[in-house]
């Protein structure tokens, strides 16, 4: 008769035989939605009122979506998705008083105001729809950051800001209103212990992403541009803690640097993931493309799949698009989507949903 420290040994040995195969044959992530739905797009605003040169982040406040423009002038686009009409695109790059370096995100500020983080001056600027409306663009500066490796940068609901960037450890810190570091705080889902000996700010290079933070300000997520990842954490006034995590697939890349400068590409072989992420308060809305570079080049980036998510990490609905899109925003309802689409010109379109 086996004695039990045999059975005890043969116990461990399967329960690491079926570890191990759990760890290895990872879902794909449209292996997690048993919920999915086709989306046609419906063209909303005559597309020969307005022309955007290269779409970037979108915010709703109100019945106005506000639309960056990353590649021309204006830089922002304003529409009336009450009435679809297109309002007037404003706002210029440069250094003189209201204008902007480069901005890269949104952020909800109250139903008459919205946020801009400039990346270049390290500034978060807010700006009111009144004087927009009005045709003038005039922000205040709200706070000028000290580092210049923050690469997203948001206010919370405990009067301090959440950081992400390129960072010598971790992957978020929270400053303070002094813009004093309060500390740092997770870190990205190496695949190795080998890949953990690497520069940090090479593997933040890598992981790079996309970020929003929930409307009560309490709650962020990541999504990364290559690999598949998502991760949802909670913020609290002096620590961030992971809630959530889901790693499909790991960026491909090498690690180059020469003299000062840091670089890790992307390899050809590497996965196109997330372009885009917006967030209501029920719902994290994943604009994921899932394209190996190698074999759609540049098209690789086009992403016509939205992966729905509460804000327990828990798969709601896949949805899948007629047309690829670059970026995405929806009503705080949760009744439509809103999107810019190259048909051929980028043109704003809407897809109905029912969540």
């Not at 106005?64 to 706002?91: E, R, V």
């Not at 009005?134 to 948001?154: H, L, P, Q, R, T």
């Not at 940090?200 to 999504?223: E, F, M, W």
Request: with cysteine.
């Amino acid at each position: 008769m086996m004695d039990k420290s045999m059975r005890k040994i043969i116990y461990i040995i399967i329960f690491l035989c079926l570890f191990s195969s759990c760890v290895n044959k990872k879902k794909k992530i449209n292996e997690m939605f048993q919920q999915s739905s086709s989306l046609e797009h419906k063209k909303i605003i005559d597309d020969k009122t307005y022309l955007i040169g290269s779409a970037g982040k979108m915010l709703i406040v109100d019945s106005i979506l506000i639309a960056l423009d990353y590649s021309a002038q204006p830089i922002l686009h304003l529409f009336d998705i009450k009435n679809n009409i297109y309002i007037n695109g404003m706002g210029e790059k440069g250094q003189g008083p209201n204008e902007f370096l480069h901005p890269t995100s949104l952020i909800h500020s109250s139903t008459n105001s919205f946020l801009i983080y400039d990346l270049l001056d390290n500034t978060l600027k807010k700006i009111w729809l009144d004087s927009l409306m009005a045709g003038n663009v005039f922000y205040e500066k709200i706070m000028n950051f000290n580092s210049i490796s923050n690469s997203f940068v948001f206010p919370t609901a405990y009067d301090n800001y959440i950081a992400f960037g390129l960072y010598e450890s971790n992957m978020f810190k929270l400053i303070d209103q002094h813009n004093n570091d309060i500390g740092y705080f997770a870190d990205f889902p190496v695949k190795s212990k080998e890949e953990k000996k690497i520069d940090h700010r090479n593997i933040a290079l890598a992981y790079q992403g996309t970020l929003n933070i929930s409307p009560d300000k309490k709650k962020i997520v990541y999504v990364s541009y290559y690999g598949t990842i998502i991760g949802i954490y909670d913020i609290q006034s002096s620590v961030i803690n992971q809630k959530f995590l889901l790693v499909c697939d790991y960026p491909m890349y090498t690690v180059q640097n020469e003299g000062s400068g840091m670089s890790s590409p992307i390899t050809k072989e590497g996965i196109s993931a997330f372009r885009d992420v917006y967030v209501t308060d029920k719902y994290i809305y994943s604009l994921y493309s899932g394209n190996k570079i190698s074999e759609l080049r540049e098209r690789a980036f086009e992403a016509k799949d939205i992966y729905v998510f509460d804000w327990e990490g828990n798969p709601v609905v896949h949805y899948h698009l007629d047309v690829p899109i670059n970026n995405i925003a929806a009503l705080p309802n949760d009744k439509k989507i809103y999107a810019i689409s190259n048909l051929p010109d980028p043109t704003l379109i809407e897809f109905e949903i029912d969540l």
